[in-house]
């Protein structure tokens, strides 16, 4: 099954977010409260807080970069 072009960006941030969240936080948890058998659901559960924040901000901060990046690099810039 192939989903339209149109919806790419959407994809592009909802796979963005959800690798950025589950590193991140997998690390951040790693880091502050170690390895123990419950991990996986503790992970589970900081995603699950986390990436409805890290998706929107995701949707709305990508163009911003996008733009920025294009003003500080030669080449074409988009519109």
Do not use: E
């Amino acid at each position: 099954m192939r989903i339209p072009a149109r919806y790419a960006p959407l994809l592009f941030g909802a796979f963005l977010s959800a690798i950025m969240v589950s590193i991140v936080s997998a690390v951040v948890l790693l880091m502050n409260q170690g390895w123990s058998t419950d991990f996986p659901v503790r992970w589970a559960k900081s995603f699950a807080g986390t990436w409805p924040i890290a998706f929107p901000t995701v949707l709305v901060v990508a163009p911003l970069v996008r733009r920025l990046v294009a003003r500080i690099t030669t080449g074409n810039h988009p519109a």
